[in-house]
């Protein structure tokens, strides 16, 4: 039974961990994501969201009970920000748009159609007055030039009052028929009533104006809908005014008599009619669209600031503030602000990710590399909260702006990490979303500014470093930097003066933030190259000290195989450096790749000095097996030793697969004579192949080194031959098909090779009265040669 329940608890973790490793999408932003890097994510967004809005909401979640006080009460107790937080000044916001409301312009319609509607009726009242007057000479036999009695103009006189009620004068009708209501009389009153009444109009009372002079006002045609801006309406004319113009142009009656005129004018007093009224309306709809724009009077409370003072009467204002204290505490609100952060969080990451996937080299460092993004970020952001608590939490009376003491954060310790454990691209990606991450905790643009021009200025500076010690130096520089990005700051926003304490302490903050992002970049590098496997050039520095111990060891045990180290260390930096590859890691690869051998140095050729070949009493088959354990034992020297990955990896790829041909060929000699087949895999290296460049190059180098050596009159020719057949005879070999080196890579590294080879095997003039081509015994006399 027991067997049986343990088989069933292995396959549920079996299934459980195929779950978790199963990818979510190939083809699809999420590539290479699996379920379980889900579920790491959204753990890293979690926390970091609960890192900014954890901060932004300790203080209200110090149990500060906000007091349910109505207006007129006392103050029992000072009450506190405990963060940044606005309120609207309701009276200051109604008083605001009470004014805007007194700058709108007010709208006035120009009603043209009562122009019309005056000139249609007048000539509607001459033209029936003509038809009657025609009717009645007809009936009575007069012609059309002819006149009506005096008894029969009365009669007519009368019908015409039936007709036309606005006629209703008796003295006006007699001047108009003595005319017979002309065509040339009907223009003239037309046209003096229109003058009086056009545009910009008449009101009938200025003083429907002149509440509206200082805001000016909006003519608007209810014709063609056209509005014409009127600034003061002194242009729009009053009753009274429309009237005064008629008398001004009654020399325009040339048909009728001076007496008549004056008779005329007064009967087109009432023919004059306003055309421009206020539309409440559309004064009222403008009003209210301005009103919407008006931004609300806010008042910004600093974390820290007393809000009410123990004894102070409560007034409306305050009843105000204390309501939105006592809102941003109510959870709805955190929840709010926390998914929305979330969501900001989450979206980075995932952008990061995306850029991971898509940009970075090589592809199996993606995820470790990721990791690393996230750990720096949750930790730089732990430092950063952590200062910003403390900031907020210290009692200086002279200080009382915490955000004085939030430049000594060390903004720029995850830039500092990320450009010497992985690159320049991810570390500038990493100061963006660091940047926008202090923005959300402190709530202050001038320390994205800050934080993010600190991290530049660390990649640009750090990259050049390759000494531990030399960060230190790097992170007095950059806490210059600082300092200049608080001038800048300063000068910028100081509008009221400079505050000579705040800005000091905030100088000293930035320079305290550069030194101090160093020095915890120093201690914690070790630990990250360490977690992470991750092998950077200070560390590459450390190794490439030639007095390392495993290092004097392979000189003073297997000096040959040591000489022969430096010089493929040589060689492979020149190619490196022709191809644009780490030359630093060939070099360093070049002095530890053959560390194995000081497990049996004398079997290696290059150590036998004064001794014998011992491979000729070996077999074929054995001798190749020592060559390869050299591998293997150099595998288990830099275990032990702690050797970066990095230059591990290059102990076994120099080698790869490559056959031991001298002894290949010796064994299948032997094996001939007896008939027999040698298998080709038994005198091979176990491998792998070259997985990058600088791998390609340490074999080809540890090659052409030990090549090179069997010239006997090594020329630029012969040694370019030697070069040529070795890259050849490796690529027919196949041994570069897992890296991605070129042909043109490895055009340039033979030229490189070529030149140091060469360099290596230069020529010297004899010296004179010495032929050192001779034994030493023919020179010397037997009693004065060296023992």
């Given at each position: 039974m027991a067997d049986k329940s343990q088989g069933k608890s292995t396959q549920r973790s079996r299934l459980a961990k195929t779950f978790l490793n199963r990818p979510i999408d190939q083809n699809s932003l999420f590539a290479r994501l699996t379920v379980l890097n889900i579920i790491v994510g959204l753990g890293v967004s979690l926390l970091v969201t609960w890192l900014l809005v954890g901060f932004q909401f300790q203080g209200l979640m110090g149990r500060q009970n906000i007091p349910a006080y109505k207006i007129g009460d006392i103050s029992d107790r000072d009450i506190t920000a405990p963060h940044d937080f606005t309120v609207e000044d309701r009276e200051a916001t109604l008083q605001k748009e009470?004014?805007?409301?007194?700058?709108?312009?007010?709208?006035?319609?120009?009603?043209?159609?009562?122009?019309?509607?005056?000139?249609?009726?007048?000539?509607?009242?001459?033209?029936?007055?003509?038809?009657?007057?025609?009717?009645?000479?007809?009936?009575?036999?007069?012609?059309?030039?002819?006149?009506?009695?005096?008894?029969?103009?009365?009669?007519?006189?009368?019908?015409?009052?039936?007709?036309?009620?606005?006629?209703?004068?008796?003295?006006?009708?007699?001047?108009?028929?003595?005319?017979?209501?002309?065509?040339?009389?009907?223009?003239?009153?037309?046209?003096?009533?229109?003058?009086?009444?056009?545009?910009?109009?008449?009101?009938?009372?200025?003083?429907v104006l002149f509440p509206h002079r200082q805001s000016g006002m909006i003519l608007r045609n209810t014709i063609t809908g056209q509005d014409e801006d009127v600034d003061d309406g002194s242009a729009i004319r009053d009753l009274s005014q429309a009237r005064d113009v008629l008398r001004q142009n009654e020399y325009q009656l040339t048909v009728v008599s001076a007496v008549e005129k004056k008779q005329i004018i007064s009967f087109l007093d009432g023919w004059i009619i306003p055309n421009v009224r206020y539309n409440q309306i559309e004064t009222t709809a403008l009003q209210q669209l301005a009103v919407q724009e008006v931004a609300p009077v806010l008042i910004l409370f600093k974390r820290g600031r007393i809000v009410v003072r123990a004894g102070d009467e409560i007034t409306a204002r305050e009843v105000e503030v204390l309501e939105q204290l006592e809102r941003l505490g109510r959870p709805?609100?955190?929840?709010?602000?926390?998914?929305?952060?979330?969501?900001?969080?989450?979206?980075?990451?995932?952008?990061?990710?995306?850029?991971?996937?898509?940009?970075?080299?090589?592809?199996?460092?993606?995820?470790?590399?990721?990791?690393?993004?996230?750990?720096?970020?949750?930790?730089?952001?732990?430092?950063?909260?952590?200062?910003?608590?403390?900031?907020?939490?210290?009692?200086?009376?002279?200080?009382?702006?915490?955000?004085?003491?939030?430049?000594?954060?060390?903004?720029?310790?995850?830039?500092?990490?990320?450009?010497?454990?992985?690159?320049?691209?991810?570390?500038?990606?990493?100061?963006?979303?660091?940047?926008?991450?202090?923005?959300?905790?402190?709530?202050?643009?001038?320390?994205?500014?800050?934080?993010?021009?600190?991290?530049?200025?660390?990649?640009?500076?750090?990259?050049?470093?390759?000494?531990?010690?030399?960060?230190?130096?790097?992170?007095?520089?950059?806490?210059?930097?600082?300092?200049?990005?608080?001038?800048?700051?300063?000068?910028?926003?100081?509008?009221?003066?400079?505050?000579?304490?705040?800005?000091?302490?905030?100088?000293?903050?930035?320079?305290?933030?550069?030194?101090?992002?160093?020095?915890?970049?120093?201690?914690?590098?070790?630990?990250?190259?360490?977690?992470?496997?991750?092998?950077?050039?200070?560390?590459?520095?450390?190794?490439?000290?030639?007095?390392?111990?495993?290092?004097?060891?392979?000189?003073?045990?297997?000096?040959?195989?040591?000489?022969?180290?430096?010089?493929?260390?040589?060689?492979?930096?020149?190619?490196?450096?022709?191809?644009?590859?780490?030359?630093?890691?060939?070099?360093?690869?070049?002095?530890?790749?053959?560390?194995?051998?000081?497990?049996?140095?004398?079997?290696?050729?290059?150590?036998?000095?004064?001794?014998?070949?011992?491979?000729?009493?070996?077999?074929?088959?054995?001798?190749?097996?020592?060559?390869?354990?050299?591998?293997?034992?150099?595998?288990?020297?830099?275990?032990?030793?702690?050797?970066?990955?990095?230059?591990?990896?290059?102990?076994?790829?120099?080698?790869?697969?490559?056959?031991?041909?001298?002894?290949y060929q010796k064994a299948k000699e032997k094996a001939e004579e007896k008939g027999r087949e040698v298998d080709e895999t038994d005198f091979r290296y176990p491998g792998p192949k070259p997985q990058t460049k600088e791998a390609a190059i340490l074999m080809i180098a540890d090659q052409v080194e030990a090549a090179a050596r069997t010239l006997q009159e090594p020329g630029p020719s012969q040694i370019r031959g030697l070069i040529r057949r070795l890259i050849q005879s490796t690529i027919q070999d196949r041994q570069f098909d897992e890296c991605d080196i070129t042909l043109k890579d490895l055009d340039r590294i033979l030229r490189a090779f070529e030149r140091v080879i060469t360099g290596m095997h230069h020529h010297r003039i004899e010296y004179p009265g010495f032929d050192f081509n001779k034994q030493v015994e023919e020179e010397v006399p037997q009693s004065q040669r060296i023992q």
């Open positions: 009470e004014e805007t409301r007194k700058i709108v312009p007010a709208v006035f319609d120009l009603a043209l159609t009562v122009n019309n509607g005056v000139e249609a009726e007048l000539r509607s009242a001459f033209k029936d007055a003509r038809r009657l007057l025609s009717e009645e000479k007809i009936r009575l036999g007069i012609p059309d030039s002819g006149q009506l009695r005096e008894t029969q103009t009365r009669g007519l006189i009368r019908r015409l009052q039936e007709i036309l009620p606005r006629f209703d004068q008796r003295d006006i009708l007699e001047i108009c028929l003595r005319h017979s209501f002309s065509l040339e009389l009907e223009d003239q009153l037309v046209s003096l009533v229109q003058e009086a009444m056009k545009p910009p109009g008449l009101v009938l009372s200025r003083d709805r609100g955190r929840v709010g602000r926390f998914a929305g952060i979330f969501l900001m969080v989450s979206f980075f990451l995932i952008a990061t990710w995306h850029y991971f996937a898509a940009y970075e080299r090589p592809r199996e460092r993606i995820h470790s590399n990721y990791l690393l993004f996230t750990v720096v970020l949750i930790s730089t952001l732990f430092m950063a909260w952590l200062v910003y608590f403390v900031a907020g939490s210290l009692d200086v009376e002279s200080l009382q702006d915490p955000l004085n003491f939030y430049f000594m954060a060390p903004v720029a310790l995850g830039a500092i990490l990320l450009v010497l454990l992985v690159n320049v691209e991810v570390s500038i990606l990493y100061s963006l979303v660091f940047a926008v991450c202090v923005g959300l905790l402190t709530g202050e643009m001038g320390m994205v500014i800050y934080s993010l021009a600190g991290s530049l200025a660390a990649i640009y500076l750090m990259s050049h470093y390759r000494e531990r010690t030399a960060l230190i130096k790097g992170g007095i520089v950059l806490g210059l930097v600082n300092v200049l990005t608080v001038i800048s700051l300063e000068l910028y926003g100081g509008e009221e003066g400079v505050q000579w304490t705040a800005f000091l302490v905030q100088a000293g903050g930035g320079l305290l933030s550069g030194i101090s992002s160093a020095m915890l970049a120093s201690l914690m590098l070790p630990i990250l190259e360490s977690l992470f496997k991750i092998t950077t050039d200070i560390r590459l520095l450390e190794l490439s000290n030639l007095n390392n111990p495993i290092l004097r060891r392979l000189a003073v045990e297997a000096p040959g195989t040591h000489h022969h180290s430096i010089m493929v260390g040589t060689l492979a930096e020149a190619a490196a450096e022709a191809i644009g590859a780490n030359t630093l890691l060939v070099r360093v690869g070049a002095y530890y790749h053959d560390i194995g051998k000081l497990k049996t140095p004398e079997y290696y050729v290059e150590n036998q000095i004064y001794a014998s070949n011992k491979h000729e009493k070996l077999s074929a088959s054995m001798s190749s097996l020592i060559l390869a354990n050299h591998v293997k034992d150099g595998l288990a020297m830099a275990e032990e030793i702690k050797l970066a990955q990095k230059v591990r990896d290059l102990i076994p790829q120099h080698h790869g697969t490559r056959l031991m041909t001298y002894f």
